[in-house]
């Protein structure tokens, strides 16, 4: 179990309550399948993702990447329990769609990139620090499932 701090709970919170999910969780999935196009894999059924102007304007990435978002509400909720709340999707991603475990981290990554470069100065290492315990904690629940 993760321990957490009142402060890192609130910044976390406060984190959330200020996303446009709809903006950053369609920028950070289009990102990573840009950036790291193996994980295009996994999206097959997804239409065109042919290029980077296609991926941008594809609105199954756009709604998934909104989804995935919304998923994280899950751990929002549930700090002091994120293994167990993630349990189901980490069989799902695991069994189901085969998705390497790696890619959870990849896209954590630029989760907090673009998260950062829509706070500017408002991501302070300190808000950094947290929210990047916090994706930690959500990737190793999601990938309890391959251990």
Request: hydrophobic fraction near 45%; proline fraction near 3%.
């Amino acid at each position: 179990m993760v321990a957490w701090s009142e402060q890192e709970r609130s910044i976390i919170a406060n984190l959330f309550s200020n996303l446009d999910y709809e903006d950053v969780g369609a920028k950070a999935l289009t990102r990573c399948l840009i950036v790291y196009p193996w994980t295009q894999r996994y999206f097959g059924g997804f239409g065109n993702l042919y290029n980077a102007e296609a991926i941008k304007m594809n609105p199954n990435i756009a709604a998934h990447g909104v989804k995935i978002l919304h998923g994280l509400d899950r751990a929002l909720k549930n700090m002091d329990n994120i293994k167990e709340t993630y349990a189901e999707l980490s069989v799902l991603h695991s069994e189901k769609l085969h998705v390497d475990p790696d890619n959870f981290k990849l896209l954590s990554d630029v989760l907090t990139i673009v998260i950062a470069a829509k706070l500017g100065t408002d991501f302070t290492p300190e808000v950094q620090a947290t929210f990047q315990k916090f994706l930690a904690v959500v990737v190793s629940a999601l990938g309890k499932q391959y251990q």
